[in-house]
């Protein structure tokens, strides 16, 4: 099956700054890629996703880059915010049935 | 607001019991997935349905079943509970389909403690 690495673990930036985070799959049959945003005790909720056909997709703060021959996808977050701080988990879907998710990366922006 | 609701939102049971949890899709939404994420670990994927049907099985414990129903809410029965099982259980709903699409939207979960 799909095995979806998510790197860092946790990163720490200056408000300001540029965040990256990184994931890797193994499946080539994955053709969709979901980021999502998940608060202390709060539920996941999805900021941006990327289908195999597209490079890259851009939303305001927020880009996610997909390079389909390194089978790895990553979430590019600019001008990073305190209210950006949160868990920010990759996953990987071929079909929309099954999701397979990175470990999830602790951000934290230091004001 | 996802739209997505779940209940109950806490729940606390002893080990050896049985509980149901329910969750109702957002509206038009066919599928129906459910997860667990324990402390400080990421969203472990236990099963999936689309229209009453399941269609993906993750790694779910034989203790687990599920079921979505012909109104499409779903409901996830954990029986013979660990203390293991301690757990935040989130479902989430997409239009699902050969040509519907992909993005998840999770509820507000259920914490589950198993004492």
């Known amino acids: 099956g799909e095995n979806v690495e998510q790197h860092p673990s946790t990163l720490s930036v200056q408000e300001g700054d540029s965040a990256v985070i990184k994931c890797t799959y193994s499946?080539?049959?994955?053709?969709?890629f979901p980021w999502y945003k998940q608060e202390l005790g709060k539920r996941p909720q999805l900021i941006i996703d990327?289908?195999?056909?597209?490079g890259e997709k851009k939303d305001q703060r927020i880009a996610v880059t997909l390079n389909k021959t390194a089978k790895h996808f990553s979430l590019h977050i600019t001008e990073t915010q305190p209210e950006d701080s949160a868990v920010y988990f990759c996953a990987a879907s071929s079909t929309g049935n099954q999701f397979y998710f990175g470990t999830g990366t602790s951000l934290t922006v230091i004001p | 607001d996802s739209g997505v609701t779940q209940t109950p939102k806490h729940l606390i049971t002893a080990t050896g019991q049985r509980v149901t949890l329910r969750c109702s899709p957002r509206s038009g939404d066919l599928s129906v997935y459910w997860y667990q994420q324990s402390l400080d670990q990421g969203l472990q994927f236990l099963i999936q349905?689309?229209?009453?049907?399941?269609?993906a099985k993750g790694n779910i414990l034989e203790r687990f079943s599920a079921q979505q129903f012909p109104d499409l809410h779903s409901e996830l029965n954990l029986s013979s509970l660990e203390l293991g099982d301690s757990a935040l259980y989130f479902c989430?709903?997409?239009?699902?389909?050969?040509?519907?699409?992909?993005?998840?939207?999770f509820g507000p979960g259920t914490r589950l403690t198993v004492t």
């Open positions: 499946d080539s049959a994955s053709n969709y």
């Open positions: 349905y689309y229209n009453g049907e399941e269609r």
């Open positions: 989430a709903s997409s239009v699902g389909g050969l040509a519907g699409t992909y993005e998840q939207y």
């Open positions: 990327i289908r195999s056909n597209v």
